[in-house]
């Protein structure tokens, strides 16, 4: 079975600092997403990446894909409350069956 | 938002006795899959469906059966309730294309099985 890991397991930084959140595979990834879940909601799509070293960015939110595919990042820029919650990677295996890491906490103190 | 919606949003039941959860969707999207969700395991998925009557096993689907005889909704069945599927159940709706499967979830339904 394919694993995503995720670092750190949990995270609280003060706000207007930035952060890095990891995702490692031990196999290749042919799509790699991110997403975001509110404490007891549920997850709310972010971004996709596909290509080796491919970067996208929505509002202070950066995701990128390492050149060989098994390493991604998300990284916040000048963290703000509304960016606490807790972040996923997922990633989709040749069966169309998704598998998600088990999630980094983040808590953004005022 | 898209439109699915799941209910109940929170049940309590007994042990043994049989429990339903159901997800609806307005999206007309082919695929929906049901997860749970518990500490220290993430989101694993139980069962999915690609069309209607069209279902297939997830990672844990032990004590679980799943049907969908219509395009719009997706039913989950634990057929004798036992503590260890104490949970938050996720629905899940995406349209693979060869490029990207972006599933779309539901807020959730928490169970507790007492």
């Known amino acids: 079975s394919q694993e995503l890991e995720q670092s750190p397991q949990s995270l609280i930084v003060q706000e207007g600092k930035n952060l890095t959140i990891n995702c490692t595979s031990s196999k290749t990834l042919y799509g790699l997403y991110w997403y975001k879940q509110k404490y007891g909601e549920g997850l709310i799509f972010l971004m996709m990446?596909?290509?080796?070293?491919e970067e996208k960015s929505h509002e202070k939110i950066t995701a990128k894909l390492d050149e060989k595919k098994q390493q991604s990042s998300l990284h916040i820029t000048a963290s703000q409350p509304s960016h606490a919650g807790i972040y996923l990677c997922g990633a989709e295996n040749t069966g169309n069956q998704f598998y998600f890491g088990t999630g980094t906490s983040l808590t953004v103190i005022p | 938002d898209a439109g699915i919606t799941q209910s109940p949003r929170h049940k309590v039941t007994e042990t043994g006795t049989p429990v339903t959860l159901r997800c609806h969707q307005t999206?007309?999207?082919?695929?929906m899959y049901w997860y749970r969700q518990d500490p220290g395991h993430g989101l694993r998925l139980i069962h999915y469906?690609?069309?209607?009557?069209?279902?297939d096993k997830g990672e844990v689907s032990d004590g679980y059966s799943v049907s969908r005889s219509k395009t719009e909704d997706f039913l989950l069945t634990l057929e004798s309730a036992t503590s260890s599927q104490t949970s938050v159940y996720f629905c899940?709706?995406?349209?693979?294309?060869?490029?990207?499967?972006?599933?779309?979830f539901g807020a959730g339904t928490r169970l507790s099985v007492l």
């Open positions: 999206e007309n999207h082919r695929y």
């Open positions: 990446l596909q290509k080796g070293g």
């Open positions: 899940a709706i995406s349209e693979p294309t060869e490029a990207k499967n972006i599933q779309y």
């Open positions: 469906s690609y069309g209607v009557k069209d279902t």
